[in-house]
C-alpha cells in the first residue's frame, strides 16, 4: 500500500506514470522523492508543483547523504520559485562542500545565485559586448574560433541565465558578424594562385579539380595536458615523430571514406618519420566477423599502405576494465539499471538517472557481478558521471560498459561485457601514444567527451582533429544504405563495381595508385564538399593510359568480306602493346585474314554530316594494319538488316583515310561477355529522402555477349588490364570461364558527360 500511496502523489505532482513507476524500483529514492514532494506541497499546492517536479526530482536524486540535512532548506528554496533549473547545480553543489555544518543562508543564496534575474535583453546585450571585445580575433579566424574559449569568456558574466538563450543569441549574433558558417583550418590563409602541376595537367577540362589543401596540424610538443608531466612521458616514447591510427570497426567492408581516411592516416605521419597502426576497434562482438577483419587487412595492404603493426582494441579489455574500476572509485562512474528508451528519456530531458549518486561501493559490487556473468544482459550498464545539464548530449552521462553474453571474434568468450565506443577509442588512442587522432567531423561532439575521461583518468591526451568526410557524386557512402543496396539485390554483392567499396573498386578495376592520387587531389579540409566522381575516374583514366595494354574488340560485330584479299591469304600485323612505350612494353601479332568484323556502329548507310568512319562508297583505315578498305558493297538479310559488307583493301593507299576503325578475323577471335558499367545513381547528388532508390540508373549495368576480342585479348587472366582501343579500359573479371571470358569496363576512353547532366 505505501508504493500505492507514492506513485499516487508522484503523479498528482505531475511526475509520468512510467518514470513514477521506475522510481518505486530504488527504495532509498523512493522515500526521498516522497519526502521531498510532500514537503513542496505544504509550501506550493501539488498542482503547482508541475513546473518545478523535476527540479524537485534533482533534489531527491542528487543531493548526497553528507548534506541530507539541508534538504528541507533546498525544497523551501525551490518550491518558492528562488532555485531554478538555471542554478540547481550550483546549489547541490554547494550544500554538497558544505556537508553537515550550519547553513550561512547569505553564502548559500549568493553562491547559487537566488534573486539574480537575467532576462533575454540582458542575454543580448552582454553576449554582444564579449563578441565586440573579441571581434578582431573572430574577423581573423571566423568559424575556427574555439567556441569553447568564446563561451568562457561569458561564464560568469551569464552564470544564472538560461544557457539555452545563450548558446541561441551567440549563435545568431556570431551569424550576424561572420556570415553563413564556413569552417576553415587553424591559421590556414588563402593560398596565391600556383601553376598547375604537370600531372594535373592532363585532367579533362570538364572535371573540376578542387583546390589543395595544406593543413598544418599542432605540433605534437605543444600538445597540452593537465599534467606537464604526461606529455613528457609521451614525448620520452614518441621522440617528437607523428603517431596515428586508423581505427576501423569490423563489422563491415571498407568503402572510398575509409580509402581517404587510410591515405591521411598513413602518409601525414611519414613527413616526420613517423608511423601509423591499423587498429581494429572490436568493442561489438555481435557484428563483428573474422571476414571483415580479413578484408581490411587485405584492402589496407592493397591500397599501399603498411601499418607499424596491427593492434586490437580488445588487446587492451583488462586495462580498460580496471580503468572503469578506477572511475567508479573517484565517483566518477555508476551502475545504472535504466534501459535504452529510458535512459534517452532522461538524457533528452536533463534528468539524473534514479542511480547516480548510489555509493561508491555498490557500484563496485555490481560492476564484478556484471563481469561474472551474475546479471542479465541489459539489467545493467555502467555510465560515465559527466554532466547531465549539458547542452552537448554526448556529456550526459555516456555507457562506458554494457552486458552481452556474445563470444568474441578476436579473445573468444572470456568476457560478457563490453566497452563502448566513446569509453574506449580515446583511451587506447592515449594507451598507444597516438599523436594526432584525426577523424571526420560528425565525432567533433565527442571531442569533449573524449578529452574529459583522459583528464579523468589523468592519463595523456592526444590531439583530435576532424575533417570532412567524402562525399562522391552518383553514389551513396552510408553504411545503412549500402546494406539496402546489397540485400536489397540492386546490386551483386559488396564487390559490386558499381559499389563504393575498396572491393568494389579492386573488382572494377581501379587501380591503388589512382585512388591515392584521387585522395591527394581531393586534399583535406573541414569544409562539406561533394566531389565528382569524374576526378576520381579521371585519375583512374590517367593512372591506365599508362600501364594498360592495348587490344582491339568489337561488341557489336558486323562480317565484312574483304573481295580483292584470297581466302587462304594471312597477313601478320606487328601490334604495339602501347603506342607511347613499345620498347618496353614490347608487341603482339594479330593475323590479318579476307573475313574480318568490325564494330557495327562503325558503319553507316546514310552517311551524316561530319561522319568520318565506313559507309558505301568511302574509304577508312585498319587501325594497325597499314591498310585502308573501301565499301563497295552492302548485304541485307531477310528482314532488311545489314548482314555483311563487301570491301576491296588497298595496301598502300597514300592518301591519308579520313579515320581508323578496330577490327578482329575471323577464326582467331575470341568470344567473350562484355559488361559496361555506369554511376549506380542517376542524380549528382542522391536525394537524402526515403524515395532514394527510385534514384537508381537502370542503365548503370549493360550486359553484352556475342562480342568478339582479338587474338591478344585470349592470351589474358583474370584480373589483367586492358586497353579497347577507341571502347575503353577494361579489366578481366572474376566470373570468366575458359567457355565465357568476361571483361568489365572500368572507364570510358573520356568523361562520359554524367557531371553535366
Not at 558503319?603 to 578498305?629: M, N, Q, W
Not at 570461364?737 to 570510358?748: A, D, G, K, M, Y
Amino acid at each position: 500500500m505505501a508504493d500505492d500511496s507514492a506513485i499516487k502523489l508522484f503523479l498528482e505532482c505531475g511526475i509520468d506514470e512510467r518514470r513514477a513507476k521506475e522510481t518505486l524500483k530504488n527504495t532509498k529514492l523512493k522515500d526521498a522523492l516522497t519526502s521531498v514532494l510532500t514537503q513542496a506541497k505544504t509550501v506550493k499546492g501539488a498542482a503547482d508543483l508541475k513546473d518545478t517536479v523535476n527540479v524537485l526530482y534533482t533534489v531527491a536524486s542528487t543531493l548526497p547523504a553528507e548534506a541530507v540535512a539541508h534538504r528541507p532548506a533546498l525544497v523551501e528554496y525551490v518550491a518558492t520559485g528562488k532555485i531554478h533549473k538555471s542554478n540547481i547545480t550550483p546549489a547541490i553543489a554547494y550544500l554538497k562542500k558544505l556537508g553537515s555544518d550550519p547553513l550561512n543562508a547569505a553564502d548559500f543564496e549568493k553562491e547559487s545565485g537566488v534573486g539574480i534575474v537575467i532576462t533575454r535583453e540582458d542575454v543580448t546585450r552582454l553576449v554582444g559586448e564579449h563578441l565586440n571585445s573579441i571581434k578582431a580575433e573572430l574577423l581573423e579566424q571566423k568559424w575556427s574560433y574555439p567556441i569553447n574559449v568564446l563561451m568562457a569568456g561569458l561564464r560568469d558574466k551569464l552564470k544564472w541565465a538560461n544557457q539555452k538563450d545563450v548558446k541561441d543569441e551567440v549563435d545568431a549574433q556570431l551569424l550576424a558578424l561572420l556570415g553563413p558558417k564556413v569552417i576553415e583550418e587553424k591559421g590556414k590563409k588563402k593560398p596565391a594562385p600556383e601553376p598547375k602541376k604537370k600531372e594535373e595537367a592532363k585532367l579533362d577540362n570538364n572535371v573540376e579539380v578542387p583546390k589543395e589543401m595544406t593543413i598544418t596540424f599542432p605540433d605534437p610538443t605543444e600538445n597540452k595536458q593537465k599534467f606537464a608531466k604526461l606529455l613528457e612521458k609521451h614525448l620520452e616514447f614518441s621522440k617528437g615523430k607523428v603517431i596515428c591510427r586508423f581505427p576501423p570497426e569490423p563489422n563491415g567492408f571498407l568503402h572510398l571514406g575509409h580509402a581517404k581516411a587510410c591515405n591521411l592516416n598513413f602518409t601525414y605521419p611519414q613527413k616526420s618519420g613517423g608511423y601509423t597502426l591499423l587498429r581494429f576497434d572490436d568493442t561489438n562482438p555481435e557484428a563483428e566477423k573474422t571476414e571483415y577483419i580479413e578484408s581490411i587487412i587485405d584492402d589496407v595492404t592493397w591500397l599501399g599502405h603498411k601499418p607499424a603493426a596491427i593492434t586490437y582494441s580488445s588487446d587492451y579489455f583488462p586495462q580498460l576494465y580496471d580503468l572503469a574500476v578506477q572511475l567508479i572509485k573517484s565517483d566518477r562512474a555508476y551502475v545504472c539499471h535504466q534501459n535504452k528508451m529510458e535512459m534517452a528519456d532522461y538524457r533528452e530531458k536533463r534528468m539524473d538517472s534514479p542511480w547516480r549518486n548510489r555509493p561508491v561501493a555498490e557500484s563496485l559490487k555490481l560492476f564484478e557481478d556484471m563481469r561474472k556473468g551474475k546479471i542479465e544482459e541489459g539489467k545493467a550498464t555502467l555510465r560515465m558521471k559527466m554532466d547531465m545539464q549539458a547542452d552537448n548530449t554526448v556529456l550526459r552521462d555516456l555507457v562506458a560498459y554494457r552486458i552481452k553474453f556474445a563470444p568474441h571474434p578476436h579473445v573468444g568468450d572470456k568476457w560478457c561485457i563490453y566497452p563502448s565506443y566513446d569509453y574506449t577509442h580515446c583511451i587506447i588512442d592515449s594507451l598507444e601514444n597516438i599523436t594526432h587522432s584525426l577523424c571526420t567531423l560528425e565525432f567533433a561532439v565527442r571531442r569533449e567527451s573524449y578529452m574529459r575521461l583522459l583528464d579523468d583518468l589523468e592519463i595523456y591526451k592526444p590531439v583530435v582533429w576532424e575533417y570532412s568526410r567524402l562525399n562522391l557524386t552518383h553514389t551513396v557512402l552510408s553504411k545503412r544504405r549500402l546494406i539496402k543496396l546489397v540485400t536489397g539485390g540492386y546490386v551483386r554483392g559488396w564487390d559490386d563495381p558499381r559499389m563504393p567499396t575498396v572491393r568494389g573498386a579492386r573488382r572494377h578495376g581501379y587501380t591503388s595508385k589512382a585512388l591515392n592520387k584521387f585522395c591527394d587531389l581531393i586534399g583535406v579540409t573541414r569544409n562539406e564538399n561533394l566531389i565528382s566522381i569524374g576526378l576520381m575516374e579521371q585519375c583512374v583514366r590517367e593512372d591506365l593510359n599508362d600501364i594498360a595494354h592495348r587490344s582491339m574488340a568489337v561488341f557489336e560485330p558486323l562480317k565484312v568480306t574483304i573481295t580483292n584479299m584470297p581466302a587462304d591469304e594471312v597477313r601478320t600485323i606487328s601490334t604495339p602493346n602501347h603506342p607511347l612505350n613499345m620498347e618496353t612494353m614490347g608487341s603482339h601479332d594479330l593475323p590479318l585474314k579476307n573475313v574480318i568484323y568490325i564494330e557495327r556502329s562503325d558503319f553507316r548507310e546514310d552517311e551524316p554530316k561530319g561522319y568520318k568512319r565506313l559507309s558505301p562508297g568511302k574509304t577508312v583505315g585498319l587501325l594497325h594494319a597499314g591498310c585502308t578498305i573501301t565499301c563497295n558493297e552492302v548485304v541485307k538479310d531477310s528482314n532488311g538488316e545489314i548482314s555483311e559488307l563487301k570491301v576491296t583493301v588497298a595496301w598502300d593507299d597514300p592518301k591519308k583515310p579520313r579515320g581508323y576503325i578496330q577490327w578482329v578475323s575471323e577464326g582467331s577471335y575470341t568470344k567473350m561477355e562484355v559488361r559496361l558499367y555506369d554511376h549506380l545513381f542517376k542524380s549528382a547528388q542522391v536525394p537524402k529522402t526515403d524515395d532514394w532508390l527510385t534514384d537508381l540508373n537502370p542503365e548503370s549495368l549493360v550486359v553484352k555477349t556475342n562480342c568478339y576480342g582479338d587474338a591478344y585479348t585470349a592470351s589474358h587472366k583474370v584480373g589483367d588490364r586492358l586497353q579497347f582501343e577507341r571502347l575503353g579500359y577494361f579489366i578481366k573479371d572474376v566470373d570468366s570461364t575458359p567457355e565465357n571470358p568476361v571483361w568489365t569496363r572500368i572507364v570510358t576512353l573520356k568523361e562520359s558527360g554524367w557531371e553535366n547532366k
